[in-house]
């Protein structure tokens, strides 16, 4: 079943620009994972933050995990055409080892 | 590099035929996945394998069974396909420890059936 929740549904924005997207879940996680996919192919992963973390870098990926608001967010600082991607957030439920994947961003970046 | 590569990227198959898609990792992972991916839906589970000849059913089996007969292979079968199986097919891999980390996928299969 569907535990994680990505809002917006849809992004566009100007290349250059900061793009941040939202997920949202029901129940407490050992971690969340987000991944990229570009149009029609597998998902990639990009950075993984456990629970008792806050905020995680990778390159221009910036991740924050709020556990008591059970949420977390996904920045992408200066965002460039190669960036345009649907991006998916996982959780994998506290006591499971599966993933649960939300419906994901559409992220568009115009040049 | 992991690498899990899928059988087909495109299929089309006519309703009622048995379909088969394969996936292949050469990372030696015990654990392999089958999802499907419709829009909007996200991705779905629909088995799980965590050995040879051990399987697990996730959150979407009805109409599909797998096979896992090489630990480098993941089969996944459509005993007779139906038009509400023309989906997205995505297989993944990872090791079982930590079970829950990163998974790596394959390039996906689009089925279609008619």
């Known amino acids: 079943s569907q535990q994680g929740e990505e809002d917006p549904q849809a992004l566009s924005i100007q290349e250059g620009e900061n793009a941040t997207m939202n997920c949202s879940y029901k129940?407490?996680?050992?971690?969340l994972q987000w991944y990229r996919q570009n149009s029609g192919r597998g998902l990639v992963h990009l950075i993984l933050?456990?629970?008792?973390?806050r905020e995680k870098h990778s390159g221009r990926l910036r991740v924050t995990l709020d556990t008591s608001k059970k949420s977390s967010s996904l920045l992408i600082t200066a965002s460039r055409a190669a960036d345009t991607a649907s991006y998916f957030c996982?959780?994998?439920?506290?006591?499971?080892?599966?993933?649960?994947f939300g419906a994901g961003t559409t992220v568009t970046v115009r040049a | 590099d992991v690498k899990v590569t899928q059988s087909s990227r495109y299929l089309v198959k006519r309703t009622g035929e048995k379909v088969f898609l394969e996936c292949v990792q050469d990372?030696?992972?015990?654990?392999m996945f089958w999802y499907r991916q419709d829009p909007g839906l996200g991705l779905r589970l629909i088995y799980f394998?965590?050995?040879?000849?051990?399987?697990e059913k996730g959150d979407i089996p009805e109409g599909y069974s797998v096979s896992r007969e090489k630990k480098e292979r993941f089969s996944l079968i459509l005993e007779s396909a139906s038009t509400n199986q023309t989906s997205m097919y995505l297989c993944?891999?990872?090791?079982?420890?930590?079970?829950?980390?990163?998974?790596?996928f394959g390039p996906g299969t689009r089925l279609t059936v008619l």
């Open positions: 996982a959780t994998v439920p506290g006591g499971d080892y599966k993933l649960s």
């Open positions: 129940t407490s996680i050992n971690n």
């Open positions: 933050i456990r629970s008792n973390e």
């Open positions: 990372m030696d992972h015990e654990n």
């Open positions: 394998s965590y050995d040879v000849k051990m399987k």
């Open positions: 993944a891999s990872n090791s079982p420890l930590p079970a829950a980390d990163e998974q790596f």
